[in-house]
């Protein structure tokens, strides 16, 4: 018996074990899924960490960001994105929510603004909301204009950014912010003194309007440079308007040289300026009817002569034109006309169709409208307005028709990109020639030489910012020439003349 059960023993132990591969495969099992729960938990930390306190996890949230890039083994072909630039470390005094208000291109330059008092103040910006209520009623919102991710990670280095408020901070949990508005052009010292003690008592400040609230002059280098920045460097559109816009420019490119014409004579801004000049009486109370039917425009009667004669008013498609052949451009030069809806249409644009019939290059059916979605674009003037922008910065010349927000920001980009030629109207002395020459007192010739000479040092040429001491609204405008940008140096004379200061005391 013994005999018999040793060699039973003995095939046993020859038989392979059944349960080892069931063993292995579980330890295989369970080693995934205790890899699958680390990463898991090391990213939702991260997440966590990021939130809460921005800047305690910031190395190891770098070295997680390196580990993942290598394991992906991205193919060669697909360029990698530039390195984040290591975030700037600083304690937070509080969170700065802000709602621009205006057009897209007053809330652009809100929104600079807005980053360099949270940079000054030490605070954590939420992107900014955009403007949904005004005249435009665009529903557009910060990430359908412009690119988050961008505008988060290019600026790391100097202002923490985040999307949204932490959850013990927002509305549904009960919190309520400090609401109000900041007082417009205002210095260093008012935020300083007047806005940055409010956050000892209020975690949340919310701005709920933004335009024009920080000054043009006596900011500190630094801030007029990260102006600058988030302008030209952090405010990035989001790669479908890129796109578009960039397919606008090279098939305007490919047909030559181009004038981009901001010709601003929508039914708003005819409404809101009281300008008739060339209007039917019809269409002049059709305007006035508007003005009255938004209570928040003051100023209601408005004699219309008045305004035109004092340079207040856009030039008319009429008079651009009469402009336009004064300063010499031929009649085959190509032009796209920057602009919304033209207030009377295809008749005000007539004379300027007749002298330059390449009108947004229709000769070469080249027109914005042909390459967008009507539904997706409808009522989305903002995004409109942003393919205009930069259209308007990539042309041959730059002409605008009046000098509102758009055509500043673009005078200034254009600066910046090494002074692109910019002809800037000067409305009030081509009101004067027009009326002359309308009543034959000037002759053509007469007419085409004065204006010529007017315009000689209105072409976007380098030159200082203008400073009117205690009036801000009528210096020149920061982001129309944002001369501390505009070289390295701390002393600037050597671009911009050394006799070419334009301070009025």
């Not at 030039?315 to 052949?325: D, I, K, M, R, S």
């Amino acid at each position: 018996m013994e005999g018999r059960s040793e060699v039973l023993q003995s095939r046993c132990d020859k038989l392979p074990s059944p349960t080892l591969p069931r063993t292995r495969l579980q330890v295989w099992f369970i080693r995934v899924c205790s890899s699958i729960l680390l990463w898991t938990c090391l990213v939702q930390l991260v997440a966590v960490g990021e939130l809460w306190h921005p800047h305690l996890l910031t190395g190891l949230s770098n070295h997680l960001t390196r580990i993942t890039h290598f394991s992906l083994h991205v193919e060669e072909a697909v360029p990698s994105p530039p390195p984040l630039l290591p975030a700037r470390k600083y304690i937070s005094n509080g969170y700065l929510k802000v709602s621009c208000n205006g057009g897209l291109n007053q809330m652009r330059a809100a929104i600079c603004d807005m980053v360099a008092v949270a940079r000054l103040l030490n605070l954590t910006l939420v992107v900014p909301q955009l403007d949904k209520t005004s005249f435009w009623a665009d529903p557009s919102d910060f990430g359908d204009i412009f690119d988050v991710r961008h505008f988060i990670d290019s600026l790391r280095d100097e202002v923490h950014i985040v999307k949204r408020l932490p959850k013990r901070l927002n509305r549904k949990s009960g919190y309520q912010p400090l609401m109000m508005p900041p007082v417009s052009w205002s210095s260093e010292k008012y935020y300083m003194q007047q806005i940055l003690p409010l956050f000892s008592k209020y975690k949340v400040i919310h701005f709920n309007k933004t335009d024009a609230r920080l000054t043009n002059n006596g900011l500190s280098l630094d801030l007029q440079k990260l102006r600058c920045r988030v302008n030209y460097q952090g405010l990035k559109f989001t790669p479908r308007i890129e796109a578009l816009g960039n397919k606008l420019v090279r098939i305007l490119q490919g047909k030559g040289s181009f004038v981009a014409l901001h010709l601003r004579y929508e039914m708003d801004m005819l409404a809101f300026s009281g300008c008739t000049h060339g209007c039917t009486v019809e269409e002049a109370e059709e305007l006035k009817r508007m003005r009255y039917a938004y209570p928040w425009w003051r100023e209601k009667e408005i004699v219309s002569e008045e305004r035109r004669s004092q340079g207040l008013c856009p030039l008319t498609p009429e008079e651009a034109a009469l402009v336009l052949q004064a300063l010499g451009f031929e009649k085959d030069t190509q032009i796209y006309i920057a602009s919304g809806e033209i207030y009377g249409s295809e008749r005000r644009l007539a004379a300027l169709r007749d002298k330059f019939p390449i009108i947004d290059g229709l000769h070469f059916q080249v027109k914005k409208e042909m390459l967008l979605d009507p539904e997706q674009f409808q009522n989305h003037s903002s995004q409109m307005a942003a393919l205009d922008f930069m259209v308007s910065i990539a042309s041959s010349i730059f002409i605008p028709t009046y000098d509102g927000n758009m055509a500043k920001l673009v005078e200034g980009h254009r600066r910046y990109l090494g002074f692109r030629k910019t002809i800037l109207p000067d409305r009030r002395r081509l009101v004067e020639l027009l009326d002359l020459h309308h009543n034959g007192t000037l002759s053509w010739n007469e007419f085409s030489v004065a204006v010529r000479l007017v315009h000689e040092k209105r072409m976007g040429q380098p030159r200082r910012r203008r400073v009117i001491v205690d009036k801000p609204k009528e210096e020149d405008y920061f982001y129309a020439n944002p001369q501390e940008c505009l070289c390295d140096r701390t002393n600037c004379d050597d671009l911009l003349g050394p006799g070419n200061s334009s301070a009025i005391h």
